[in-house]
């Protein structure tokens, strides 16, 4: 099945600071998403972005499928970021199911 | 217009008792997908059903576990004569048709065995 890898595992930002985060996956899909999981558990949908950019106001995703990888950016961020971010694809191989990356753990400190 | 609403949020449950989790999808949505996050984990695909059909169970452990989707009312995912193994958070995410398109995630049901 196809793989997702995201980097870097974990991050400890600075408040105020802008970081990436990448995703990188095997295959071509058919949809890509970023999810931002809270520290209560929730998963937030942030984008569904299987190419090209889009912003929504301080995160913002790159996606270059011919180059099997995403970007998600975070630009001054608040401790409100903190929690884990997810990349999810799903491929016409797939069958419509989204495979997870493993994750990136993201603490924001005031 | 209501988001995918999974209930209960928490379920205690003691070793050999059973589990039942209910998954509402979004209005108009006819797919519905079960994922399961161990702790520390990232979330694994568990089963795909469609109203009355299962389309794909690969993720489903081969026993104890079965899911359904009726005609009428939420989703089901059961599990039988829990184990401490099965803690875990179980998500729920609804999808309108097949093709491209986000699949929207509900709160989770975080399921704990004593």
């Known amino acids: 099945g196809i793989q997702v890898e995201q980097s870097p595992p974990d991050l400890i930002l600075q408040e105020g600071a802008n970081s990436t985060l990448r995703c990188n996956f095997s295959d071509s899909v058919n949809n890509l998403q970023w999810f931002h999981q809270n520290p209560w558990g929730q998963l937030i949908n942030l984008f569904y972005?299987?190419?090209g950019t889009k912003q929504n106001g301080r995160l913002s995703a790159t996606t270059v499928a011919t180059e099997r990888y995403s970007l998600l950016y975070i630009s001054s961020s608040q401790t409100t970021d903190s929690g884990v971010y997810f990349c999810?694809?799903?491929?016409?191989?797939?069958?419509?199911?989204?495979?997870f990356g493993g994750g990136t753990r993201v603490l924001v400190k005031p | 217009n209501a988001g995918v609403m999974q209930n209960p949020r928490h379920l205690v449950r003691r070793r050999g008792q059973e589990a039942r989790l209910r998954c509402s999808p979004m209005?108009?949505?006819?797919?519905v997908y079960w994922y399961r996050q161990l702790p520390e984990e990232g979330l694994k695909f568990m089963v795909y059903l469609q109203k009355e059909n299962i389309i794909d169970e690969s993720g489903m452990p081969k026993e104890r576990f079965s899911a359904e989707f009726p005609k009428e009312g939420p989703s089901i995912l059961r599990i039988q004569q829990v184990v401490r193994g099965d803690s875990a958070a179980y998500f729920c995410a609804s999808s309108p048709s097949l093709g491209p398109g986000g699949k929207n995630f509900g709160a989770g049901t975080r399921l704990s065995v004593l």
């Open positions: 999810a694809v799903d491929t016409k191989a797939a069958g419509n199911k989204l495979t």
């Open positions: 209005k108009g949505h006819s797919h």
């Open positions: 972005i299987p190419s």
